[in-house]
């Protein structure tokens, strides 16, 4: 049957005058970026969250097909390694071909001599497996409930099998154990729980100044 | 069927290029981005040897909603046909398809010198006011028809009997056009056709007559169950506009048609089983759909009915203006899907 018009929240628009692109996997990767770049960095960037990680290819081949795509001075896209290196390499290729990027990778760096720019960042490193929760796990406040969680997971036997799982499992924990506990995306409204300024999303920060 | 087009200096559009065009074609895109006018060079490109037919059909639909113009009066009635009003530069459709081999139309106004002379003496009398060429070249065969304005009134080239092509928009009356078609479905038979299609609209629908009850003009009626006959124009704009693209379709093979504002007067609950619709009957009839819209919901809906069809035959063709350039980008099924999912707005 046929079904109501679509109430979704959308991307927001291209803007006719230069900008820059940031491209996300996903709502906690927004949040993140927005928390971590400051208000002036921010403001400057347009961020289209695929809303799921399988996503980020047709985003980008969606954002380069919209014709004040042209405006475009950079583009950035966030993904997770999470446990999957070779699937990421796969996914970025994907996404590059989509913006017509035919250079190799470089992680955090932009393809020079391209209009636009296009860089890819994929968190926590560029080379181990894991997320954003990495970063965030090393930019934690409070030392006495990380000593606390780390005695939880000791306790219960190491139970996540991969790294990924492992740093979101903590970080849960951790965010669990707040006075009102907290999901990812709620923790970064703020700067109580996360230290904004901690040097793990240095690297991060400094990509989204680049764009 | 049509797979690209490229027209010149055609009314709002300066330059535009479309790639990869289906077998039904949805175009979107602002105000004033060209979408009606694209559709009229679709038209004239399925069918370029009636251009000036085609075209003459079309200014007098325009014109008669603001004016009395005369076709005879060519500034008033041709000009606006053209880019910037330039007739002499005139323009160009360029296009290709499965069934034939490129062609191009050129329309133009061609320059008048003055009076012709026949050894010496003036022969004012063959002497047109005004001269429009229509010129189509396809591999090594090119055609003219001409239409001019003489003292004895204008001359429009021979029509061919058998157009390939439907215009379907919204109109607050049925046309002539759609009652003799439907009419002679009925002679032939082949009037359920359209009774199916008006039940998604409204299931107590049994059937459609054509009724004279005053002995002057015919008029449709439908059929209600427990109603019996009441007239189509009491039914709403959007039982309407369900008969005009039953009637299209059912007397249309192999053909093309054209729909400006496919949305206009439907709610958006018919919209999925109108398109299931246009999806099968598009499949069966080898029939090219070209329609315009505004509505997101009917770009959806679109979308979601080829997906649960299966029928890779739909493109959504955003048109935007720019400098010298009108851009279109086409999107395909799977990537109107995902705009959807993702809240990608792609209507411009």
């Not at chain 1, 405006?71 to 071909?97: F, K, N």
């Not at chain 2, 490229?6 to 602002?30: A, K, M, Q, Y």
């Not at chain 2, 439907?166 to 002539?176: D, T, Y």
């Not at chain 2, 078609?181 to 299609?197: N, Y």
Request: hydrophobic fraction near 40%; include cysteine.
């Amino acid at each position: 049957m046929s079904r109501p018009p679509n109430e979704k929240k959308k991307q927001p628009p291209f803007p006719t005058e230069p900008f820059g692109l940031l491209l996300v996997e996903g709502g906690d990767e927004e949040k993140l970026c927005k928390a971590i770049a400051g208000p002036a960095v921010w403001g400057s960037l347009v961020c289209w969250n695929a809303r799921g990680r399988p996503n980020i290819t047709e985003l980008a081949r969606l954002a380069a097909q919209d014709p004040s795509f042209r405006y475009a001075r950079s583009v950035g896209v966030l993904l997770d390694m999470e446990d999957d290196p070779v699937g990421t390499q796969g996914l970025i290729q994907e996404a590059l071909a989509a913006l017509n990027v035919t250079a190799p990778f470089v992680h955090g760096a932009f393809v020079p001599g391209a209009a636009p720019r296009v860089g890819v960042f994929v968190s926590p490193d560029g080379q181990q497996t894991g997320s954003i929760e990495g970063l965030c796990k090393q930019a934690v406040r409070d030392p006495a409930l990380t000593s606390c969680v780390n005695a939880l997971v000791t306790c219960a036997g190491q139970p996540h099998t991969t790294q990924a799982r492992g740093m979101k499992g903590w970080l849960d924990a951790y965010l669990a154990m707040q006075p009102e506990p907290l999901r990812l995306h709620q923790a970064l409204n703020g700067s109580k729980v996360f230290d904004l300024n901690h040097v793990a999303f240095d690297p991060l920060r400094a990509f989204l100044q680049a764009l | 069927m049509l797979t690209s087009i490229t027209v010149e200096n055609f009314r709002g559009i300066e330059r535009l290029h479309v790639e990869g065009l289906g077998r039904v074609n949805l175009i979107i895109g602002r105000n004033d981005s060209g979408k009606t006018a694209l559709m009229e060079a679709l038209m004239l490109a399925r069918d370029p040897r009636n251009a000036i037919g085609i075209l003459t059909a079309r200014q007098r639909m325009r014109v008669a909603n603001t004016s009395n113009t005369d076709i005879a009066d060519f500034d008033e009635f041709w000009l606006p046909i053209f880019h910037r009003m330039d007739a002499l530069a005139g323009f160009r459709i360029h296009s290709t398809s499965f069934a034939d081999l490129p062609l191009t139309l050129a329309v133009a106004k061609e320059p008048v010198d003055g009076p012709m002379t026949i050894d010496g003496l003036k022969a004012s009398v063959v002497t047109p006011a005004w001269t429009l060429k229509a010129t189509v070249a396809g591999g090594r065969h090119e055609t003219t028809s001409v239409i001019d304005q003489t003292a004895t009134g204008e001359k429009l080239p021979t029509a061919q009997t058998n157009i390939p092509s439907r215009w379907i928009s919204p109109s607050p009356v049925i046309g002539s056009e759609d009652i003799r078609a439907f009419s002679k479905l009925k002679q032939q038979g082949r009037d359920e056709a359209v009774t199916d299609l008006l039940r998604y609209v409204n299931d107590q629908v049994s059937g459609v007559e054509l009724l004279a009850p005053t002995g002057n003009r015919v008029s449709v009626y439908v059929r209600l169950r427990r109603e019996g006959l009441v007239p189509l124009l009491m039914m709403g704009e959007g039982m309407k506009r369900y008969f005009e693209f039953a009637v299209s379709f059912a007397a249309t093979d192999g053909a093309s048609i054209h729909i400006d504002e496919i949305e206009n007067g439907l709610h958006h609950s018919v919209m999925e089983p109108l398109w299931t619709w246009i999806s099968k009957a598009t499949r069966a009839k080898s029939v090219q759909v070209f329609a315009t819209t505004h509505s997101e919901e009917c770009v959806q809906a679109a979308s979601r009915v080829f997906k649960a069809e299966n029928d890779n035959g739909l493109r959504v063709i955003r048109l935007d203006k720019q400098e010298h350039l009108t851009k279109a980008v086409v999107y395909d099924r799977d990537l109107v899907e995902a705009a959807e999912r993702m809240g990608v707005e792609i209507r411009g």
